[in-house]
Nanobody, 120 residues
Framework: QVQLVESGGGLVQPGGSLRLSCAGS????????MGWFRQAPGKEREFVAG????????VYTDSVKGRFTISRDNAKNTVYLQMNSLKPEDTAVYYC?????????????WGQGTQVTVSS
């Protein structure tokens, strides 16, 4: 059983920064791969960033590479998404996701989502 709760979303101007956090429960948190997905109005939910169980391997969708950084702190049962140089097209609901190690993202566990709005 894994429960995920996102925080850190909000309204920011273009070029600004936000850091999203995803707090997980469950004693086996450190055995899960973690990812961030986002869904804009009228669009499909898309993959943004992923990180493996140990935190030594990350992957990003091309549109955010160089601007976003995913990281995790297994001692705190938390995964982060640092978002810099935000653009209006980054506006979406961002969801945290967890997959059992060895299986592909998205996994079975989702957070409720946090709204990120980039607007002047």
């Amino acid at each position: 059983q894994v429960q995920l709760v996102e925080s850190g979303g909000g309204l920011v101007q273009p070029g600004g920064s936000l850091r999203l956090s995803c707090a997980g429960s469950g004693r086996t948190f450190n055995s899960y791969a973690m990812g961030w997905f986002r869904q804009a109005p009228g669009k499909e939910r898309e993959f943004v960033a992923g990180i493996n169980w140990s935190g030594d391997n990350t992957v990003y969708t091309d549109s955010v590479k160089g601007r976003f950084t995913i990281s995790r702190d297994n001692a705190k049962n938390t995964v982060y998404l640092q978002m810099n140089s935000l653009k209006p097209e980054d506006t979406a609901v961002y969801y945290c996701n967890a997959a059992r190690s060895g299986l592909a993202l998205p996994g079975d566990y989702w957070g409720q989502g946090t709204q990120v709005t980039v607007s002047s």
